[in-house]
């Protein structure tokens, strides 16, 4: 009899672990290995934004009474009102300090040209050269009268600039403040929330793939810099603080898998599959190590 129980325990034994190891197995899985993706959803405060175009779309900018220039001294066109379309592969820096006036410069690549100059009807005025230059004045005062200006972001963007050593003839403009909310998403959960970080005067973002494409908008108006608002899909992102850069400047930002685990809503329910696994061990050891077991194996039996 008794050989008979011993078996009839370590084959319910057994199976029992075997259960709970397939349990494990299969929620350990997309728990620890399911990769996530996160959305940066970045607002900022900013006197300097580059822009790197990688297609045409979004690339249509309106401008009212722009000077623009050439790789001349004198103005193409004085107070232009009308469109301009990028492009791709154009480089634009985007500059105002304080309340001055907005700063647009154009680059294209080698042998190319920027783009196309339409004018306020949407009617074709002429190509452009490699180089670009709009000038935006009197923001302050259009605002006053109800005019703001806003400018699509749609390509790869590198807000804020490197702030180390400093030459006289570099661009004082910087990042002032800005705040980055993060959602994550894998293959098994719907978006959740990842946390939230905030940009501080001098500060960069970088992204672990230099071709994340942005999503989004420049507001120029009646406060000083720019607020900028756009969002970027990459595994990983990183702050650069003001100063030399070394290999290991900067702190790493991105959703994580306990981020997952404790805000999003399947993986609470795996929360509570852990739990209730965790109870179960415990109350099966305890049964064990007081020889209860064999009781609870005879009842079953009966």
Not at 127 to 144: D, G, P, V, Y
Not at 197 to 223: H, M, P, R, S
Not at 230 to 238: D, E, H, M, P
Request: hydrophobic letters at 40%; glycine letters at 6%; one cysteine or more.
């Amino acid at each position: 009899m008794k050989r008979v129980l011993r078996t009839t325990w370590l084959s319910r034994k057994t199976w029992l672990i075997s259960i709970v190891v397939l349990v494990c197995s299969a929620i350990s899985y997309p728990l620890l290995f399911d990769p996530i993706v996160t959305t940066f959803n970045i607002t900022a405060n900013t006197e300097r934004i580059e822009i790197q175009t990688v297609d045409e779309n979004g690339s249509h900018l309106n401008f009212y009474d722009a000077d623009i220039y050439d790789t001349g001294t004198n103005p193409i066109f004085k107070k232009f009102t009308g469109s301009l379309k990028l492009n791709k592969g154009v480089a634009v820096t985007i500059e105002r300090t304080a309340y001055g006036p907005a700063i647009l410069q154009f680059n294209a690549p080698k042998n190319q040209i920027i783009g196309s100059i339409f004018d306020e009807n949407s009617q074709f005025v002429r190509h452009t050269s490699h180089f670009l230059q709009i000038f935006i004045s009197n923001i302050k005062s259009r605002a006053e009268n109800g005019q703001t200006i806003i400018l699509p972001v749609d390509g790869v963007v590198n807000i804020g600039r490197s702030v180390d050593f400093e030459t006289p003839d570099e661009s004082t403009a910087v990042l002032r403040s800005g705040e980055i909310n993060m959602t994550g998403k894998s293959t098994f959960t719907d978006t959740f929330e990842a946390g939230t970080n905030q940009l501080y005067l001098g500060d960069q973002i970088t992204f672990d793939d230099k071709n994340n494409k942005a999503f989004g908008f420049i507001t120029i108006n009646e406060q000083p810099c720019m607020q900028a608002a756009y969002r970027v899909i990459a595994k990983q992102a990183t702050i650069l603080k003001p100063g030399p850069k070394t290999q290991n400047s900067g702190v790493d930002i991105q959703a994580t898998k306990f981020d997952r685990l404790s805000k999003a809503s399947p993986f609470q329910i795996i929360s509570l599959i852990f739990g209730a696994l965790g109870f179960l061990t415990s109350l099966f050891t305890f049964l064990k190590d007081n020889n209860l077991i064999k009781g609870v194996i005879l009842s079953w039996q009966k």
